[in-house]
């Protein structure tokens, strides 16, 4: 086999004076079996592929599916898993249905099965079936087109188009394109399953179920292929009770060749260092602040360009120390070398600014070697280039995300990563691209460090970058519990009329989506209106109808239609005033059909007045700041972006319905210049954040299904503290041996007068939430040791919670201590330990007991409007005090004086001094509860619980709860979701009052009893 020609990237980085780190890593290769490709199928000799020795883990799966089982695959990169089951697919001529993630993105691997099938004459026998190649075969073949799908042996499709085809079955009114397909279909193959999440994979599978049991006229094989998977023994058992087939795992090793990575730092950063300690007494008398950051040659080399931002602002004169990523690119299409250079970059501006750069810097002859590959370059366009690249025509090509995944160029043997991307599956899917043909020697892999992110980990130190570009992948859970996927297959039979199990009728009648028709003799279910509607919307991606967000760009030249984006995508990232970094654009409008209209930045901001109102207002935060102010640069480095506030309603306990209203769109600006901080006995750099709130309307609403749950929080808790601790947890699960993606949980903390809580919940509904093993994970927490990359990825999870842990200089150690907190809330353990105390004699509530329970809700209404509901109970009657903008107080004195007598002993829980601030206009009940306090007649319930029954928190609700004290809970429930139905204009207001009064009279018994439980107590122990 003849070696192609690869060129070293060290000799151009010396030559430019580029300073570097370089890591080496040594090649891998499967084991060998020593039988090849046309052993099995004699017809691939006339291909290349045919002189191929099979790897052991390619033959094993091969043999075990030539007796008739499943097999589960769980291998890296580039080790053949296609081949392992198109082998016995080829040899026995089988129908297979594989399914992979998109067909565009998988276009290398269709290409090689279809080369297959048509060295065996059976080309014309492959099908790729989805929602636009089906039009195109109808439109070929009319009514024959089921026929046709039905007597294909190969048929490529993805899990979108599959269910929505599945859902097709129960249709009278439209035939399914891949029915009498399926009916047929001997084997199933699910490729790359670890590309969706939890959800995504545990729903194909349910998919393949309802395929298996109630389409196909037996049950097919399974064939699942993934680089890997968190529970394979869970996928195996699953799959035999599907299939009622063996299953097997087989696992091999992914084939790499050598490949060297090289960090560029900067340019002559030694020389310049040195410069800097010379200059090193002026230094210390302007800029003292870098001097902790200078004293070592490595802690210069991963913070010089804070430094350098902060001498510059000092006025000292700066030589060009920075990386030129088009001088090193232009010597890869200048060199001939045999293979292809992919340069990925954030965003389609910068790719076809860095393009036009590299090309102005080479010969004429050499300039059609760089292009940028972008979806805003015609398919066509996009087509010719990658034919160019194959052939060796194309040397260097610079694209965002298109070539991330599935493009198979086959030569590239060069990754340049132009800013690093923020999750590790990226990396690898970049990093995926190269290195796939065993005649390239080696491989490398070039990273720039532009963005503050890339920053960031670099600050974390070299060590720790390398650390983060080898973290095992996120692992994929398979949940066969999960009542998302069960919501499905529940609401299929319910269309087909096959009978329902208990726990599928529980779970729709529990989610009001059908209801029973009683027949002569039996009962029959149909669905309701919501449930006509939960399944029109079920869709594998996203819940919503079955068709994307249109997006049209407005430029000068005329209207460009741009690639649709998902209804989610549009609620949380493109709204009006939002940012488009596909299309480096500003969302300037939605029409009323919900199209998004977008135009180019500046003149964006040129035609709005509420985006140039923003604009100045970024402007004078840059002036104010002491920084120049361009903001094309400031959105090109990462240091401008905008959010979309969410407004989000989740489940409470368990699994539920979903709801994201956009409350607003924000800019946020990151300051140029750094500040050092001391963080315990080392410094860290940070940057001043500002938000610039934009005067526009957002609309629409995201619908779904998850899991969520609230947790009560003790009346004294640190809500910033909790928050970091959930932050800290989710890192702790990535690194863990759970290896949970952060994008699997989310989190909130919630703070209002006397009541505090924090709420987990799943984006999509995997069920991982009802299933943790929350003694395990304490286990982990406790074992687990914080290092810069828990500092670095904290970054990533909650920029806010890790500026409050470093400016407040909280240690990730004792961290950890209110991460163990949390579970606690969790578990609910301090609380299960009172019911242990046994029953309890109290005396009955009554007025002459000579008590009144004082209760404060205090929550905010619309525009930061506050209501405030005091409440009163003195074991027989209650009282309510409203305070509002919208509410006469009424007789508050009076209240006050009819229900606290001169003996009278007040009850709080911990809200006396709020109480006291927010009646400071009424001097008469002010002196009345000075002179109980100095009395000793004011008691705060919530210490003393605490104390007498040896607890560490004590929210009100939990602690009501265990002690027996019904309904509280359910009511902050119903008053939460009051409130939110209050600010979507659900509920009126005089509801919403009148159920908040309600509510505060109960929190006010239950303050009354928890005293009466505790003081019983006191006297049993004491």
């Known amino acids: 086999m003849v070696g192609m020609r690869v060129c070293c990237s060290e000799g151009a980085l010396r030559k430019f004076n580029y300073d570097f780190v370089k890591f080496v890593e040594e090649g891998v290769r499967p084991e060998?079996?020593?039988?090849?490709?046309?052993?099995?199928v004699p017809e691939l000799k006339s291909l290349k592929v045919g002189s191929y020795e099979l790897y052991s883990h390619q033959l094993r799966a091969y043999e075990f599916l030539e007796r008739g089982c499943n097999v589960i695959l769980v291998s890296g990169t580039g080790s053949g898993k296609t081949e392992a089951w198109a082998l016995y697919a080829l040899r026995n001529h089988v129908r297979v249905l594989a399914v992979y993630p998109t067909l565009a993105l998988t276009s290398d691997q269709i290409l090689r099965l279809e080369k297959y099938y048509d060295a065996i004459g059976l080309g014309?026998?492959?099908?790729?079936?989805?929602?636009?190649?089906?039009?195109?075969?109808?439109?070929?073949?009319?009514?024959?087109?089921?026929?046709?799908?039905?007597?294909?042996?190969?048929?490529?499709?993805?899990?979108?188009?599959?269910?929505?085809?599945?859902?097709?079955?129960?249709?009278?009114?439209?035939k399914s394109y891949l029915g009498d397909f399926l009916e047929k279909v001997d084997l199933i193959v699910v490729d790359e399953l670890d590309c969706y999440r939890s959800r995504g994979a545990t729903l194909l599978v349910t998919m393949l179920e309802i395929i298996s049991k109630f389409i196909a006229r037996k049950p097919p094989q399974i064939c699942v292929l993934t680089a890997t998977l968190g529970n394979p023994e869970t996928l195996k058992e699953l799959l035999e009770k599907i299939t009622g087939r063996k299953t097997y795992i087989v696992r091999g090793k992914p084939f790499k060749v050598k490949n060297i990575t090289y960090l560029i730092l900067g340019k002559s950063l030694e020389k310049f260092w040195k410069q800097l300690l010379d200059n090193i007494d002026r230094i210390e008398e302007t800029a003292p602040e870098v001097i902790p950051l200078i004293r070592n040659f490595d802690d210069f080399k991963t913070h010089y360009p804070d430094i350098v931002a902060i001498l510059k602002d000092k006025g000292f004169k700066i030589p060009e120390i920075f990386a030129k990523a088009s001088e090193i690119i232009k010597e890869y299409a200048s060199s001939d070398e045999d293979g292809v250079t992919i340069v990925f970059t954030r965003s389609i501006r910068s790719a076809e600014k860095l393009a036009k750069e590299v090309r102005s810097q080479l010969p004429e002859t050499f300039r059609d070697r760089v292009y940028a590959h972008h979806h805003l370059i015609s398919k066509d366009k996009r087509r010719e280039i990658e034919e160019k690249a194959r052939k060796g025509e194309v040397k260097v090509i610079i694209s965002p995300r298109t070539l991330v995944q599935g493009i198979d160029?086959?030569?590239?043997?060069?990754?340049?990563?132009?800013?690093?991307?923020?999750?590790?599956?990226?990396?690898?899917?970049?990093?995926?691209?190269?290195?796939?043909?065993?005649?390239?020697?080696?491989?490398?892999?070039?990273?720039?460090?532009?963005?503050?992110?890339?920053?960031?980990?670099?600050?974390?130190?070299?060590?720790?970058?390398?650390?983060?570009?080898?973290?095992?992948?996120?692992?994929?859970f398979i949940n066969p519990d999960n009542k998302y996927p069960k919501l499905f297959r529940a609401l299929y039979k319910v269309r087909k009329g096959i009978e329902l199990s208990q726990d599928e009728m529980k779970l729709l009648l529990d989610m009001k989506l059908i209801e029973k028709a009683r027949g002569l003799s039996s009962i029959a279910f149909f669905l309701t209106n919501l449930g006509k509607r939960v399944w029109r919307y079920f869709n594998f991606y996203e819940f919503g109808p079955a068709y994307g967000v249109k997006r049209v760009l407005e430029k000068e030249e005329g209207m460009e239609v741009l690639e649709e984006v998902s209804r989610r995508d549009f609620i949380e990232k493109l709204q009006v005033g939002c940012f488009d970094p596909s299309s480096d654009a500003i969302v300037t409008e939605i029409t009323e059909g919900r199209n998004i209209i977008e135009k180019p930045i500046l003149k964006a901001i040129s035609e709005s007045h509420e985006l140039a109102s923003a604009h100045e207002r970024y402007m004078l935060t840059k002036y104010i700041w002491g920084e120049y102010a361009n903001l094309l640069s400031d959105y090109a480095r990462g240091k401008l972006f905008s959010r979309v506030r969410i407004f989000i309603t989740i489940p409470l306990n368990g699994f539920g319905r979903l709801f994201e209203h956009p409350e607003a769109?924000?800019?946020?600006?990151?300051?140029?210049?750094?500040?050092?901080?001391?963080?315990?006995?080392?410094?860290?750099?940070?940057?001043?954040?500002?938000?610039?709130?934009?005067?526009?309307?957002?609309?629409?609403?995201?619908?779904?299904?998850?899991?969520?749950?609230?947790?009560?929080?003790?009346?004294?808790?640190?809500?910033?503290?909790?928050?970091?601790?959930?932050?800290?947890?989710?890192?702790?699960?990535?690194?863990?041996?759970?290896?949970?993606?952060?994008?699997?949980?989310?989190?909130?903390?919630?703070?209002?007068?006397?009541?505090?809580?924090?709420?987990?919940?799943?984006?999509?509904?995997?069920?991982?939430?009802?299933?943790m093993d929350w003694k395990l994970v304490r286990s982990i927490v406790r074992e687990y040791k914080p290092d810069r990359m828990t500092e670095f990825l904290l970054w990533a999870v909650d920029e806010e919670a890790m500026l409050y842990i470093l400016e407040k200089n909280i240690s990730l150690d004792s961290l950890k201590e209110v991460v163990e907190r949390v579970i606690d809330y969790i578990e609910g353990i301090e609380l299960i330990e009172v019911v242990k105390l046994g029953k309890v004699r109290v005396p009955k509530p009554r007025k002459e007991l000579n008590l009144v329970a004082i209760d404060l809700l205090t929550f905010?209404?619309?525009?930061?409007?506050?209501?405030?509901?005091?409440?009163?109970?003195?074991?027989?009657?209650?009282?309510?005090?409203?305070?509002?903008?919208?509410?006469?107080?009424?007789?508050?004195?009076?209240?006050?004086?009819?229900?606290?007598?001169?003996?009278?002993?007040?009850?709080?829980?911990?809200?006396?001094?709020?109480?006291?601030?927010?009646?400071?206009?009424?001097?008469?009940?002010?002196?009345?509860?000075?002179?109980?306090?100095?009395?000793?007649?004011?008691?705060?319930?919530?210490?003393?619980?605490?104390?007498?029954?040896?607890?560490?928190?004590?929210?009100?609700?939990?602690?009501?709860?265990?002690?027996?004290?019904?309904?509280?809970?359910?009511?902050?429930?119903n008053l939460n979701s009051m409130l939110i139905g209050y600010r979507n204009g659900r509920i009126s207001f005089d509801k919403l009052i009148e159920y908040a009064k309600e509510t505060g009279i109960r929190n006010a018994k239950a303050i009354y009893q928890i005293y009466l439980v505790s003081e019983a107590v006191r006297k049993r122990l004491y």
């Open 665 to 771: 769109v924000e800019w946020i600006i990151e300051s140029s210049k750094p500040r050092v901080i001391k963080y315990g006995r080392e410094c860290r750099v940070l940057h001043r954040m500002e938000t610039i709130e934009l005067d526009v309307d957002t609309c629409g609403v995201y619908e779904d299904f998850t899991y969520g749950y609230r947790y009560e929080l003790d009346p004294e808790e640190d809500t910033d503290l909790i928050k970091a601790a959930l932050a800290l947890l989710k890192v702790i699960l990535r690194l863990s041996s759970l290896r949970i993606s952060p994008e699997e949980i989310e989190y909130d903390v919630v703070k209002g007068t006397n009541f505090r809580f924090f709420i987990l919940w799943e984006p999509e509904a995997s069920g991982i939430l009802e299933k």
């Open 124 to 174: 014309h026998k492959v099908l790729k079936v989805n929602s636009r190649e089906a039009s195109i075969l109808k439109s070929v073949y009319g009514g024959d087109v089921y026929r046709v799908i039905g007597d294909a042996l190969l048929v490529i499709t993805n899990p979108a188009f599959l269910m929505s085809d599945l859902k097709r079955t129960t249709h009278y009114s439209s």
């Open 409 to 476: 160029i086959g030569t590239v043997v060069r990754i340049v990563h132009y800013g690093l991307p923020q999750t590790v599956r990226e990396f690898r899917q970049r990093e995926g691209r190269k290195g796939r043909r065993e005649e390239i020697p080696f491989t490398e892999s070039i990273i720039i460090p532009i963005y503050s992110w890339d920053r960031k980990l670099l600050e974390a130190g070299v060590d720790k970058l390398k650390k983060w570009t080898e973290l095992p992948l996120e692992n994929v």
């Open 32 to 40: 060998s079996t020593g039988r090849f490709f046309y052993d099995i």
């Open 860 to 973: 905010n209404l619309k525009d930061e409007e506050k209501l405030h509901i005091i409440s009163l109970y003195n074991g027989e009657k209650s009282w309510n005090i409203t305070l509002g903008k919208q509410i006469e107080p009424g007789d508050i004195l009076g209240i006050f004086n009819e229900a606290i007598g001169k003996d009278t002993v007040i009850l709080h829980y911990s809200t006396i001094s709020k109480l006291v601030h927010l009646l400071s206009e009424y001097p008469l009940i002010e002196s009345m509860l000075t002179v109980k306090e100095s009395k000793g007649q004011i008691v705060n319930v919530y210490k003393f619980a605490k104390e007498t029954l040896c607890l560490n928190i004590a929210p009100l609700v939990e602690v009501a709860y265990k002690l027996g004290i019904k309904g509280l809970k359910i009511s902050h429930l």
